[in-house]
């Protein structure tokens, strides 16, 4: 497992928005697909982050993994779960 920081494009943090997080992830393309907003995930089949159990778009985090930066920060503790471990927001 490896940790990630995911990150908007600059510029593009509103208020009341997540502006950063970082997480456990197998690889970039896992860490992209977190979401610090609780209630929403990543759907596949969308292509869009969007809120649990309904198809409404998550509002404080960008709607597509295109839009996010992703850096390798280092290996995590072994038997560490995935899953972010810190967020920012702005609020």
């Known amino acids: 497992m490896n940790i990630y920081l995911v990150k908007r494009r600059e510029g593009s943090c509103g208020w009341e928005?997540?502006?950063?997080?970082v997480c456990v992830a197998e690889n970039e393309e896992e860490a992209r697909k977190f979401c610090p907003q609780k209630e929403a995930a990543w759907?596949?089949?969308?292509?869009?982050?969007?809120?649990?159990?309904?198809?409404?778009?998550?509002?404080?985090?960008?709607?597509?993994?295109?839009?996010l930066k992703v850096t390798y920060l280092?290996?995590?503790?072994?038997?560490?779960e995935s899953g972010i471990v810190l967020s920012s927001f702005y609020g």
Do not use: C, H, K, M
Not at 56 to 66: D, G, K, M, N, R
Not at 74 to 80: F, P
């Open 17 to 21: 928005e997540y502006e950063a997080f």
């Open 74 to 80: 280092g290996q995590a503790q072994e038997g560490r």
């Open 43 to 67: 759907n596949d089949e969308l292509g869009i982050f969007v809120l649990a159990d309904s198809v409404f778009e998550a509002q404080e985090w960008p709607v597509t993994i295109q839009e």
